[in-house]
């Protein structure tokens, strides 16, 4: 026994002042006068609580996790308790309610409020409970085969027998199954106003076998706007609670070979011989897919099969050690375990809802369907959906929870805490698994979907908030005959997902999404509502996250995670979004409202594309786990973000198939344009590909192209590369052949040392960047070097009023030698209508890297283009000149017809230097050549040749002080603007 400061007291009486806890095992009893009693919470606790009336509950949570508590019924919840809080809820309504944690599937209880008279009297309802089979119950005649029935408000009937199929059946009164073996099969049921169909109860789950068959077979029936063969609710309640096995879906334990009749799972269960179980792939999409076997004897964790398995499943853990991939347990290098052992879950339930199967099934995909709106009540605990959804048909879903929260103006009416759908099972459906549709605050928790059509947990309009969305597993989603909407259609990153999800505010925890043809999980946050909830005043794309985290993605056949690519239109159409999330939840103002938000302990592998696509600010990706993947594991677009704590793992001991996608070699992380912090990870086996064209190794550098020297990887520290190359310097466009009219950074700084000398830069070998500098070779490649530096950049070019951020002349970087001989040339074609760049690259990305105290003559030309002198002004932009002691002269092209002047600022609006406190650094005018060479940050403007030479130097003040965070941008680049312009 655990003593607490309560004590026990069996008798409650009304002046009793005394609050008492006894905790025996993980059993809670709590008796209580009207006070605040406090409630301790924590992990897998039973509570049997027992106030009364106007009692306070000091709920406390002593866990380290978040718990939030549900009353079964919906009658009350609390917040969302974060660990070491304590909130306080008056209860002032005498009853018993059932009640369960959100987040701890094992922590449940009851709680009975009490009058505050001194003797209770338990309320109990005089209602008379009439047999189906007794004639008396329907006038003298019992319902026969293909009778319309209705239930009338106030009568109560008792489901005592298996009826003939009925036409239909109206709910306004109540019916009950009795507890015995029963079917009823009827074309479509309906309930209205307090309507009630109950099968099993929360503390007494149906141990039986019910069947509900629905049969109506008229395609264009239309019963009150919900269409026919399905379970209607216009209001009312459907409770459906039936003896739920112990376990829904677990994991394998062991590998399973092609031909094997035995499965050794990580868990014992209960399930019976007979059930049809589901196994989930564990190697690339379209190699292996999900298989339902059905099981012969169970022992404890030993399942027989009944028929062999067809392809051979992974079942064992994996570990890093410092030399790779192990099974042996280990955790020298990190504690994160890569678990690629395929899902197991059982289908087979005692309450079974299924469509016909007949021709309307089989040759028009017309399932059964389960529609709940306006204050209809839909609980559904340990039941088992089987041909469901209508193919094609908007609205006619497994489980469709429609419009429950928002009116047609957009206004809220609430959240639809009462909804529950788990432990339960749902497949073959021919459109879709679970529909959320303006509905907030759902429980989808534990259940399977299984053969699926499009999209199969589905949150519909962008609206849909506070859902909890847990440990669900879903597996076999392809695409439909007829896709309902556009983005059900295979295509690039898109296509029937496990998981499509427009609001991020949801709990989405524990969930496993694996053999979908599309994305994993899908994140699609639009800008604003969709379909009939367009008025509600929410947009979606700036709402913040509310958790996603401990789940896992699949052999996929598109990424894994998908967080991009959101609806623009009813038509399913959609775009590139990057999601910012912000205090308000109003549109974006960078710094003044953006938000960071968490995902964590994600698990992707075996996906035929990325393990994560991802568009978006402020990210923090914490402890996921990323294998076997193909291509890039973390790839997209970002700003501000953080990959830390992280398993990157290229290929593991799972490893028996080859990537599918052959011409897209594995790289673990995209640079992100340096926007992202990388640190802290765990990188093993990537190996480097003999493709120049294509990101290969640790870090992938092919979006290294915003800048033309990269600083950024100062920022990826204390990653622990294992059997990995740290990278492929992937070939820059301009230096290919033919050369492109776009450029890749010519330099990125090396100061972790992954590819040489720590400190050193890693870089293109052409005498343009490593003439006279001291390099090494870089191991595994022969086109790039690793020199000393530093090196500076010069991009931004602005000529007589051209785009001030999209630059597209053409550029002839020539370098001279000290003779004004060429070196060497770097040359970058003009991009003001070309395509010829390589891997799409927009063509823009213009500049060039420079040694210190280098002399380059810039020309706006190509082999076919020539730009005329300009007339007005040339400005670029210099980066990573730090001090007075880093020089550099540049040949700058200006007509010979216009006297000019010059300065440099690191004021980003360059031209308004007027501005006070804006430094500027005006430059000195002189007259020869051999003048400039010996005058710092001075200027001569050679008429003759139509240029302006500069010998300029760094240093210069930053408008706002010295940065204070030294990996900032400011910091790294320390940008300054040169001005040449005709006053």
């Given amino acids: 026994m655990v003593r607490s400061h309560f004590i026990h007291v069996s008798l409650l009486l009304a002046c009793c002042t005394l609050v008492i806890t006894i905790i025996v095992g993980s059993s809670v009893s709590l008796i209580a006068a009207p006070a605040k009693p406090q409630v301790s919470l924590s992990q897998a606790q039973t509570y049997d609580l027992h ?322 709106m306006g204050d209809g009540v839909l609980r559904l605990d340990g039941v088992e959906l089987r041909r469901m959804g209508q193919g094609g048909r908007i609205g006619r879903y497994p489980i469709h929870f429609h419009m429950l929260s928002y009116a047609a103006d957009g206004s809220l009416i609430g959240d639809a805490t009462q909804q529950l759908v788990a432990n339960s099972s749902i497949w073959n459906s021919a459109n879709r698994c679970i529909t959320i549709h303006g509905t907030n605050g759902t429980t989808i928790r534990n259940n399977i979907c299984y053969d699926i059509a499009g999209h199969a947990i589905f949150i519909e309009d962008a609206v849909e908030r506070r859902n909890l969305i847990e440990n669900n597993l879903v597996l076999k989603v392809r695409q439909p005959p007829v896709p309902l909407l556009n983005h059900d259609r295979e295509a690039f990153r898109r296509g029937p997902s496990g998981f499509w999800i427009t609001n991020p505010d949801n709990i989405v925890h524990g969930n496993v999404a694996a053999d979908a043809a599309g994305n994993g999980f899908w994140l699609a946050f639009p800008e604003s509502p969709l379909g009939l909830n367009k008025q509600v005043p929410i947009r979606p794309a700036n709402t913040q996250l509310g958790i996603f985290s401990h789940n896992v993605a699949h052999s996929n056949g598109k990424p894994g995670i998908n967080l991009d690519f959101a609806p623009i239109d009813d038509a399913g159409n959609t775009h590139e979004k990057r999601y910012i999330p912000t205090s308000d939840e109003g549109p974006d103002r960078y710094n003044n409202n953006r938000v960071r938000f968490t995902m964590s302990d994600i698990t992707t592998y075996k996906n035929n594309d990325n393990g994560l696509w991802n568009r978006t600010s402020w990210p923090d990706y914490i402890r996921f786990i990323s294998a076997d993947n193909s291509g890039m594991f973390f790839a997209g677009a970002g700003d501000d973000g953080n990959i830390r704590d992280s398993l990157i793992v290229g290929v593991s001991l799972n490893n028996r198939t080859p990537t599918p996608i052959r011409d ?105 960047l490593t003439a006279g500098k001291t390099c090494v070779p870089v191991s595994g490649e022969d086109h790039t070097k690793n ?120 004021r980003e609006l360059y031209w308004d230097v007027q501005q006070l406190g804006t430094p500027v650094r005006h430059l000195t005018q002189v007259h020869s050549f051999a003048s400039l060479l010996t005058t710092d940050n001075s200027f001569w403007q050679d008429n003759a040749s139509n240029q302006v030479w500069v010998n300029v130097s760094g240093g210069l003040a930053l408008p706002g002080g010295e940065p204070t965070n030294p990996l900032s941008d400011e910091a790294l680049y320390r940008v300054t603007y040169l001005r040449i312009f005709a006053p």
Wanted: with cysteine; proline share 7%; hydrophobic share 40%.
């Fill in 51 to 372: 106030i009364t009336a106007g009692t306070t509950i000091n709920w406390f949570n002593a866990d380290s996790v978040p718990h939030r508590l549900r009353a079964v019924d919906g009658s009350w919840e609390t917040p969302v308790i974060a660990p070491g809080e304590q909130i306080n809820q008056p209860f002032t309504t005498a009853g018993l309610s059932a009640f369960l944690c959100d987040f701890d599937p094992d922590m449940r209880g009851t709680l009975v409020v009490q009058s505050t008279h001194a003797v209770f009297v338990p309320i109990v309802a005089n209602t008379t409970v009439e047999r189906w089979s007794n004639p008396a119950t329907w006038g003298g005649r019992v319902p026969q085969a293909g009778d319309a029935v209705t239930i009338p408000a106030g009568k109560v009937v008792l489901l005592d027998i298996s009826p003939p199929p009925l036409q239909s059946l109206l709910i306004e009164g109540e019916l009950r199954f009795d507890r015995q073996n029963l079917d009823l099969t009827v074309g479509w049921i309906m309930l209205h106003g307090r309507g009630r169909l109950q099968i099993g109860t929360p503390t007494e789950p149906f141990t039986q076998r019910a069947t509900i068959t629905l049969t109506a077979a008229n395609l264009d029936e239309d019963v009150m706007g919900m269409g026919t063969r399905g379970i209607l609710l216009m209001g009312g309640t459907f409770e459906a609670y039936g003896q739920t096995p112990n376990r829904t879906w677990t994991r394998l334990n062991d590998h399973a070979a092609a031909g094997s009749t035995t499965l050794i799972l990580a868990e014992p269960v209960n399930w019976q011989t007979g059930d049809q179980i589901v196994i989930a792939p564990t190697d690339f999409y379209g190699v292996a897919e999900t298989e339902r076997l059905t099981v012969q004897a169970v022992n404890e964790t030993q399942i027989a099969l009944t028929t062999p398995l067809q392809k051979e499943r992974w079942g064992r853990l994996q570990y890093v050690s410092r030399t790779g991939m192990t099974l042996t347990p280990t955790t020298e290098v990190t504690p994160l375990v890569l678990d690629e052992r395929a899902e197991v879950g059982v289908l087979s339930r005692r309450i079974v809802i299924q469509g016909a199967d007949d021709e309307r099934w089989r040759n028009d995909r017309f399932g059964a369907h389960i529609m709940v």
């Fill in 664 to 768: 897209q070699p594995n790289a673990a992380v995209a640079s992100y344009h340096s926007t992202f912090d990388i640190f802290d990870n765990v990188i093993v086996n990537f190996a480097l590909s003999p493709r120049l064209d294509r990101a290969s190794g640790a870090f992938a550098t092919n979006d290294y192209y915003i800048r033309p020297v990269d600083r950024g990887l100062v920022r990826n520290p204390n990653n622990i590369l294992i059997n990995s190359h740290p990278g492929r310097r992937v070939i820059s466009p301009n230096i290919n052949t033919p050369v492109g009219n776009a450029a890749i950074a010519g330099a990125l700084w090396d100061p972790h040392g992954y590819w040489g000398p720590a400190g050193n830069y890693w870089v293109y070998d052409i005498r343009f």
């Fill in 787 to 906: 020199c000393n530096g530093p090196y500076f950049g010069i991009f931004g070019f602005r000529v007589d009023g051209s785009p001030l951020f999209e630059p597209r002349m053409p550029l002839t970087i020539s370098r001279l030698d000290a003779g004004n001989q060429i070196i060497d040339q770097w040359i970058v074609e003009d991009g003001s209508g070309g395509s010829r760049n390589t891997f799409n690259i927009v063509a823009h990305m213009r500049h060039f890297a420079a040694v210190p105290d280098g002399r380059y003559r810039i020309e706006f030309r190509d082999a076919v283009t020539a730009l005329p002198p300009p007339t007005q002004e040339v400005k670029l932009n210099l980066s990573n000149m730090h001090t007075t002691a880093d020089k550099l002269i540049l040949a700058v092209p200006f007509s010979g017809s216009r006297t000019v002047q010059a300065y440099l600022t690191t």
